[in-house]
């Protein structure tokens, strides 16, 4: 497998404070990526500037083989995106919504119908495709929207909490389609705060102020740590 996303001793300061300090990682081809860390810890920032939406302050960095200073354009336009807060548009249809995105993503017109077609039919959403998307249940809402992040066939798709506030059946499908999607060769990289999701995840990184403290599987971070559980693991690193 190829590398995706690689960062070496990235870093962003806001003054005299430092959001992320030298962070360094590499994140593979297909790989589902845990990016983890406590409210404050960095890893917002870190995402932002791996999306191409922050500049970085110093370290180097790159997102699908395009540098994170001077080819942010071309990362955006090469990734998926899902927000932790929902992204699409409540007072639009389920149709309208994944025609307006496939629009922004430059798709063509036949590309869009086929795409919105077989979406549809693969969410199982034909019968409330015309319902305006804020009348849908939570758990709809961010399948509807982990789709639309694919759209455009990304190579690489950035999911910020996307399971918060769901219930655990909905998490469950929610993970059954993040493994479909690595499957077909798609880099995920994902920050939740669930623990027991980051056992789902191939690698796992944990930020604590700052810094990546630990990245390695979950099967042996458990063991570096003598936990039980990633919630161990994690309690034992953010508590120092």
């Known amino acids: 497998m190829g590398t995706a996303i690689t960062a070496n001793k990235l870093t962003k300061k806001f003054g005299a404070f430092t ?6 990682f590499e994140v593979r081809e297909g790989e589902v990526f845990g990016f983890l860390g406590a409210n404050g810890a960095g890893k917002t ?6 999306t191409g939406l922050l500049s970085p302050t110093s370290g180097e960095g790159s997102v699908a083989g395009f540098d994170v200073y001077k080819e942010a354009e071309n990362i955006k336009r090469n990734i998926g995106y899902m927000s932790q807060k ?12 994944v025609r307006f995105f496939g629009g922004i993503y430059g798709l063509r017109r036949r590309e869009v ?10 969410l199982e959403l034909q019968s409330v495709e015309k319902q305006q998307v804020g009348s849908l249940p939570l758990g709809w809402k961010q399948r509807l929207a982990f789709s639309v992040a694919l759209l455009h066939d990304p190579r690489i798709v950035f999911l910020d909490e996307p399971t918060g506030g769901v219930d655990p059946i909905t ?5 059954e389609m993040i493994y ?15 623990m027991d999701e980051a056992e789902y995840c191939d ?6 102020n700052g810094k990546i ?28």
């Open 19 to 24: 959001a992320v300090d030298a962070i360094t």
């Open 45 to 50: 920032t870190a995402m932002k500037m791996l």
């Open 86 to 97: 929902f992204a699409l548009y409540d007072d639009l249809t389920v149709r309208e919504n």
């Open 113 to 122: 119908l086929d795409k919105t077609e077989r979406l549809l039919e693969e």
């Open 171 to 175: 998490r469950r499908q929610f993970w």
């Open 180 to 194: 479909k999607a690595a499957a077909q060769g798609v880099t995920v990289f994902v920050t939740t705060h669930y």
């Open 203 to 208: 690698r796992v990184s944990i930020m604590v």
């Open 213 to 240: 403290e630990a990245l390695d599987t979950p099967g042996n971070l458990k063991q570096t740590y003598a936990a039980g559980s990633m919630d161990e693991v994690f309690l034992k690193l953010a508590r120092g």
